[in-house]
Each structure stands twice: as C-alpha cells, then as structure tokens.
C-alpha cells in the first residue's frame, strides 16, 4: 500500500483499459529487465543497493488506491519517496518503473529473516488493486496470469527461492495488510511461484490468544522467527505476535483472519517449515 493523498482525487468506477500515463519528461528511460514488461515508465525514486547487495526476496504489493493514474503519478513522480520496480495493471500489462539493479522504494520499515533493509534485498512489484480501504475487489484472473509471468523469470535471473516470494505485510505485519487474504498465493504456488501448503483445517477448540502467557505462545513465536517473521521471544502473546500471526493468515490461511493462533495455524506454521529446504531455514530468532 502506498502512502500518500491522491485518494480523494476522483474515483474512475469505468475499468476501462486507459492509456499509461507519458513518462516525465527528462527522465532517462531503460531497457526493460523483464521480457513481458510492455512499457517503462521511468521512476524519479531509486538508489543503490547497499553494499551491492543482489536482490533474492520479491515483494508483493498491492496500490491500495482507487485509480491506475494516481498510483503511476505516485511511483513515479519526485518527492514522493516510494517507487517499485514493477506495476502490474489489472488487464495483465506489465510496466517496469525501476531498473532491477536499482534499490526501489517500496518496503519501508520492516524486516525478514533478521534483515530490514528489505528495499536492498528486494525486487518490488506493485500490483494494481484498490485494497481494502475501497472496496478491496477480487484478483482478476490475467492480472494473476502476469504477475506469476513476471515472478517467474525473476526467480529465474536473481535465483530467488519460493520462500521468499513475500506479501508486504508479511515484513511489516504492524503496518501493511497488503496484498491481502484475496491474493490467490494457492494458484501462485501451482504455477511454480511462493512456498504454499495446503492450510490445516479449521477445527473447534480454543486459540492462543491476546495476553496468553506460556511456553507454547514461546514456541510459537520461535517458529514464526525460524520461518523468517520478526517477531521477539517473549513468551507473551502481545500485540506484536497478535499482528505476525494476522500477516501469517493472510498469506498462508487466508479463510479465517482474526489474530488467533488457532489448532489450524499452528498446524499449517508447522507443515511449512517442515517442507522448507534446509539450507534455506532462517536463523533462529535472537
Ligand atoms: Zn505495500
């Protein structure tokens, strides 16, 4: 989701497949990276990977706002200070605003596997949506077919693993809830992209809940860190767990989203990283 004021700029209800907006003028324009983007719209907002570090993480987003314009405008235009590399358009067209070499501005504060400069291990791809602040509507379908395109070849020429293609609340679950529950990670999974299992079944019985203090809200949050979610051992089921366990659910059991962590969440955590590669396993949480 981004940050920013072009809300309340006029609503187009018409999904009509609009022209790009032109690129601004003066801005040095590239070669795409990626083969399917079909136009490049320079961004102003970019700079350098720190330590030259290689992008192996993409990130997932969606707009969050209600018209493809005002999300162009924003990427791109100075003094916005947020960009992503990729915008995906509802009909399946794919514009490249940040070269992949570049370190886009897209993640902001979070973290994954003990690292939270995630903009300078990432590739990000904004995927054009309303988001839950307008009406949050489905996927459709050859938005999906593109961003699985997409995602592929970038896995392809960055080496990046399953397990770290990640939605942005996933790595700022205080702050982000995008691209959200309605994101189709199953369909994502069966063409190669994402780590998925099939969600646990939702059963009766008690969840861990808000103020729980025991050893198992520990090894909860134990597994959540070793999957890669920053989250402290405390012991506590505070807040900050309530909102990891809610960005958990999102992404891997989207049909129930409550903060609980319930005998499906805590089944499903399990079963993933079981079916995680070794080698991949984040470092244990400080
Ligand atoms: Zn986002």
Known sequence: MLIGSFASAGIDSKRRAAPLP????????????????????PSANFGERNKGRLPDMILLHYTGMPDVEGA????????TDVSAHYIVLEDGRIVQCVPEAKR??????????????????SIGIEIVNRGHDWGYPDYPRRQIAAVIALCRGIMLRR?????RVLAHSDVAPSRKKDPGEKFPWHSMAN???GHWVQPAPIVRGDGIKLGTISDSVRDLQQALAR????????????????EV??????????????????????????????????????????
């Open 72 to 79: 162009i405008a924003q990427l791109c235009t100075v003094g």
């Open 22 to 41: 032109r690129p601004i003028a003066n801005m040095k324009t590239f070669t795409p990276d990626s083969s399917i983007a079909s136009d490049v719209i």
């Open 104 to 121: 886009a501005w897209h993640a902001g504060v979070s973290s994954w596997a003990g690292e939270d400069d995630i903009n300078s291990c």
């Open 159 to 163: 080496n990046v693993p399953s397990h």
């Open 245 to 286: 366990v809610t960005a958990f659910q999102r992404h891997f059991r989207p049909l129930r989203v409550d903060g609980i962590a319930d005998h499906s969440t805590l089944v499903t955590l399990q079963s993933l990283l079981a079916s995680l590669p070794a080698e991949f396993m984040a470092v244990a949480a400080r």
């Open 227 to 242: 999957y890669g979610y920053g989250v402290p051992i405390t012991g506590k089921y505070d807040t900050t767990t309530m």
């Open 191 to 193: 063409s190669g992209v």
